[in-house]
């Protein structure tokens, strides 16, 4: 059977589907031919990915993370100068614009420049979870989530100095995402960002750890210590206050 | 976190470390306020590699030089101090990836470095699927020429 190149590329850009990929690998076992074209493109993805991943290692300039610190502050002054004025879009959504360019590190101080929101607040540099979303890391278990509850809690982990920390969605369409852990008074975000849409969830059910984005994924990573707690494990750190 | 892929994906489009920084600064601070222009459906990645690339043909219309980028002199210049072979290597592909119209540049910079689905990057682009697609055969048939003959020289 020949294929096309066409064929051949969809095939190492991992476009085809089932039935087309299965005739392709039964084809390759027998023509080394056919499997040098696909060894081809794919070597080159490799080179190019080879030579350019390094960037995404690189140090951010400052220059860069001051563009995205710096830019809410117009919005929040033309917010607190003309309170009649709806702003062009709410602070949650800039946030999580924000909060998924650079991720955790950052959050406090982007939030401490946006307007309160209904369900965060910020304080002293730091940004405690309050209001709704610090009640259901206090209290809602993962096993036991109200249906229609505001916030869903994901997973619940150790961190490795030791902390407790949660992941959660906020909202009822879902469009936040974040993980907090506890230190000795609040519940601190860590990382706050959008969720990736999810055109077929099943209505009222996530899974535990489904629907992160990655910013927020790759924050649990980087935190866990070991594997997350199981529902007994987490009604016991509840029971503690999540004090470690 | 989605700045260093914006940062990669740029350096592959513009192939230069100052102009890659400029283009994410001025896509930043577009997203930041253009949030409302933010589609429900479509993921955040995809809004900002849509920005970053017509940030970057905004720039190329201004520059008067749409269709070619050609390398800089001080790039010749890094080339010679560059003994290193990741640092070579990077120029080599930065140089390849340079030569190449920009509408396949941007087709093997969202496919093959940013690992994007076909459907995706046609978007992006705002392009047909198939248009898309021969942009890229295209685009990898000219780096495999290119870096073929200059992997020896370099190395």
């Known amino acids: 059977m020949n294929f096309s190149d066409e064929t051949v590329m969809a095939y190492a850009d991992g476009e085809l589907d089932a039935a087309r990929r299965a005739a392709l690998e039964a084809a390759m076992a027998t023509d080394p031919q056919l499997a040098q074209r696909v060894a081809r493109h794919l070597a080159l993805r490799a080179r190019l990915r080879a030579a350019l991943d390094p960037v995404l290692d690189a140090p951010l300039p400052e220059r860069l993370l001051a563009s995205v610190r710096g830019a809410p502050k117009h919005t929040a002054n033309v917010v607190a100068l003309k309170r009649q004025a709806a702003p062009r879009w709410s602070w949650p959504q800039w946030g999580a614009i924000a909060a998924s360019l650079v991720g955790g590190a950052l959050l406090g101080p982007l939030l401490l420049r946006a307007p309160a929101g209904p369900a965060l607040l910020t304080r002293d540099g730091q940004v405690p979870a309050s209001g709704a979303l610090a009640r259901a890391l206090n209290e809602q278990l993962a096993s036991h989530q109200p249906p229609g509850a505001p916030v869903q809690i994901g997973v619940s982990f150790r961190a490795r100095n030791g902390d407790y920390c949660r992941t959660f969605v906020l909202g009822e369409q879902s469009t936040l995402a974040g993980l907090a852990c506890r230190g000795h008074e609040a519940w601190r975000l860590e990382v706050l960002a959008q969720t990736p849409v999810q055109p077929a969830a099943a209505a009222g059910y996530r899974p535990a750890g489904s629907a992160l984005p990655a910013s927020v994924a790759r924050t649990l990573d980087e935190l866990i210590a070991g594997e997350p707690l199981d529902a007994a494990g987490e009604a016991a750190a509840r029971s503690r206050g999540w004090q470690p | ?155």
């Not at chain 2, 920005?51 to 210049?77: C, K």
């Not at chain 2, 070579?88 to 994007?116: H, K, M, N, S, T």
């Not at chain 2, 689905?117 to 495999?144: D, F, N, W």
């Open chain 2, 1 to 155: 976190m989605l700045l260093p892929r914006l940062r990669r994906f740029a350096r592959a489009l513009t192939a230069d470390v100052n102009d890659a920084d400029d283009l994410v600064q001025i896509a930043v601070e577009r997203a930041l306020t253009r949030g409302a222009q933010l589609r429900p459906d479509a993921p955040l990645s995809s809004w900002m590699f849509g920005i970053v690339r017509n940030a970057w043909l905004d720039e190329l219309r201004a520059r008067g030089r749409r269709a070619r980028l050609f390398a800089p002199e001080e790039s010749a210049e890094q080339i010679g101090d560059a003994s290193q072979g990741a640092h070579a290597d990077l120029l080599a592909v930065q140089e390849a990836l340079a030569r190449l119209p920009e509408e396949q540049r941007a087709a093997v910079a969202l496919v093959l470095i940013e690992g994007l689905s076909y459907k995706e990057a046609a978007h992006i682009m705002e392009v047909p699927i198939g248009t898309l697609t021969s942009r890229l055969a295209r685009g990898r048939e000219a780096l495999q020429e290119m870096l073929g003959e200059t992997t020896g020289a370099l190395r």
